[in-house]
């Protein structure tokens, strides 16, 4: 897909050439600059860098591979495909030691023009992303930047989150499979908020046993219990005017769930073993990986703390959902290793990107980190993230199935209804991995309309 906004520098002493190319591309929707020389291309390079240099091996006066070097020494992350003849394949392949993408060997037809132009692009852009990130690290950039992507799940999560700024009392409950960046969403909600210069603090739910758990978010007095040598702040306590993260809400014991009910709807509480009301100035931020309303159906979850914990819902989606964000993605990870690690890893090689776009990561966001992180540490002389860095399992994977839309069309015998609508909530079930909440959400219904309609239908 082209770039309209994208730039592109043509380097070549023949007019014929500059030409076609040119022509090419601006058809195909990039805007295209020209240069017959070496010295020329450099002072529009440090003018105004263009998105991709397209630079011909050959030229009057300084040659291709000067350039190129002259040209990196300004600007590192510059984009630039070598273009050459037979008899200079050996310059141009000694000028990707130099930093240059690929090349071209002229003459050569334009699709395979195209392909390399979009592969370049695409490169750039990546290189763009990294150069962005690791300048906003050193910065210390906003927790709210942590959160990459630029599809429409991402985009609506993030503007959730900066209409939820306004309010820095209301409980929030964050949805998502594990690995997805709940915590990332629950640190964003809080740094955006007016609470932002107080401390937020994280439990999980799940690791501790129900005694020390609510020691942990409550505190305890003195005695007790066995080992309860002196008292203890608890986790509302020392969060004071600030938020607390409650992970795993789901596996919170049914006597934890009573004390925080209470924390939630009179903001006090009390010390395990107190008789002292304190008062809580805290945001409650609950996660949870597990279906709430489905614990709450088989008993194992207060329905009225559900409700009260469900004040505004945020689902996370699953990377396999955007998989669009997985380059934005792996340049945010590579920035932020390259600062972590003192490297210069340039970036994703296209037919490593294509492993990572297709692949359907069942551990998300948190895995995709995983991959990368390993490439840097197993591959420390690589300058780039290749096919062969990946893990086997990215590269025998099986290309993520794409789901075609159901759109229902009226042939000249006509439709049943009935089974439009089956079929939509089939597909919707399918998706949903039968989860009736997440198809119910899909279909733009409620749960209970969901089951009736599936009731209805004889598919419960």
């Not at 043509?10 to 040119?22: F, G, T």
């Not at 399992?393 to 993520?400: D, F, Y």
Request: proline fraction near 4%; include cysteine; charged fraction near 25%.
């Amino acid at each position: 897909m082209t770039n309209p906004q994208a730039r592109i520098l043509v380097v070549d002493d023949e007019k014929l050439i500059r030409w076609s190319v040119a022509e090419r591309l601006q058809r195909d929707g990039y805007e295209v600059l020209s240069a017959e020389s070496g010295e020329q291309a450099l002072e529009i390079v440090s003018a105004s860098p263009p998105d991709l240099v397209l630079l011909d091996v050959r030229l009057p006066g300084i040659d291709g591979v000067q350039t190129l070097q002259r040209a990196l020494a300004v600007h590192p992350d510059l984009a630039v495909l070598m273009m050459s003849a037979h008899s200079t394949v050996d310059i141009a392949v000694e000028a990707m030691k130099h930093g240059a993408i690929d090349f071209l060997v002229k003459p050569f037809p334009f699709q395979a023009l195209d392909a390399a132009v979009e592969r370049a692009i695409a490169t750039a852009r990546t290189r763009h992303q990294i150069a962005e990130i690791s300048a906003e690290k050193g910065k210390g950039g906003a927790a709210l930047e942590a959160l990459v992507g630029g599809s429409a799940m991402m985009e609506q999560l993030r503007s959730m989150i900066a209409r939820l700024a306004g309010s820095d009392t209301t409980t929030v409950l964050i949805e998502g499979e594990s690995g997805v960046g709940k915590e990332v969403v629950a640190r964003a909600i809080h740094f955006q908020s007016g609470r932002a210069e107080r401390p937020i603090l994280q439990v999980n739910c799940a690791a501790l046993p129900e005694p020390l758990l609510e020691s942990e978010l409550f505190g305890h007095e003195r005695g007790a219990f066995t080992d309860a040598h002196s008292q203890k702040r608890g986790l509302f306590e020392t969060a004071g005017g600030g938020s607390v993260m409650l992970d795993e809400i789901g596996d919170l014991p049914p006597g934890g769930q009573a004390k925080l009910l209470r924390l939630l709807e009179n903001k006090t509480f009390r010390r395990v073993g107190g008789v002292q009301e304190l008062k809580a100035d805290v945001r409650v931020i609950a996660a949870t990986n597990v279906n709430l309303e489905e614990r709450v159906s088989a008993g194992r979850f207060r329905a009225d703390l559900f409700f009260r914990l469900n004040v505004v819902r945020i689902v996370v989606p699953a990377l396999r959902d955007h998989l669009e964000d997985v380059p934005g993605l792996a340049a945010h990870f590579i920035g932020r290793f390259n600062q972590e690690m003192n490297r210069q890893v340039r970036g994703v090689a296209a037919a490593a990107m294509e492993v990572l776009k297709a692949y359907r990561w069942p551990g998300n966001v948190r895995e995709l980190r995983n991959v990368i992180e390993r490439a840097f540490i197993l591959h420390a002389g690589a300058d780039e993230i290749r096919p062969e860095h990946l893990t086997p399992e990215l590269r025998q994977a099986t290309p993520a199935k794409r789901t075609e839309k159901l759109v229902p069309r009226i042939t000249e015998e006509g439709l049943v209804l009935d089974d439009v609508e089956r079929k939509l909530i089939a597909e919707a079930m399918e998706r949903a991995s039968g989860n009736q909440s997440k198809a119910a959400r899909l279909l733009g219904v409620s749960r209970d309309t969901l089951r009736y309609r599936l009731k209805k239908h004889g598919m419960a």
